[in-house]
């Protein structure tokens, strides 16, 4: 590639990149590329995350401790079977803890994720005012960028 080649190119893609300041480039499929998720659609999922840990965490409870009592009595009778049944009883209770945590995970991370963008949307319509509260105007913020 000769040198002008090479400033040809580098001018083009810092043009482009000039041009999708604050968005991804589109899809070959179509669409815009930009990421979007409304507020309520966040409360949603994590409304529905906090339903599934709660509505688990008691289904799968129901059989715990009768299991747990048929394996020791298996177990003290004699039977194999009594010890792969405690084993699992021990992985269902470990599997289930798991999913249980990962539901309260999603909530949880949902929820400061609002909150936070709560406070970024305060923060950003609050440093867009003058020291006497008006807000700025288009102009006046061009004049900090120029």
């Known amino acids: 590639m000769a040198w002008d080649e ?4 580098k001018a083009r893609a810092q043009q482009d990149a000039a041009m999708r300041l604050n968005e991804v480039a589109p899809a070959r499929g179509g669409g815009d ?15 529905a995350a906090y339903d599934l840990r709660q509505h ?10 009768n299991t747990f009592d048929a394996s020791v009595q298996l177990f003290n009778d ?6 792969a049944l405690t084993e699992l009883h021990d992985a269902w209770n470990t599997k289930a803890g798991t999913l249980k945590e990962a539901c309260a995970h999603i909530s949880n991370h949902l929820d400061y994720t609002r909150a936070e963008h709560a406070k970024d949307a305060v923060k950003i319509a609050t440093d867009l005012h003058t020291i006497g509260g ?6 006046r913020i061009n004049d900090y960028y120029k």
């Open 33 to 47: 590329g930009d990421l979007v998720v409304h507020d309520n659609v966040l409360g949603a999922l994590g409304n």
């Open 56 to 65: 688990f965490s008691s289904a799968s409870d129901h059989a715990r401790q």
């Open 78 to 83: 004699g039977f194999d079977m009594g010890s």
């Open 6 to 9: 090479w400033e040809q190119a």
């Open 134 to 139: 008006d807000e700025l105007s288009v102009s």
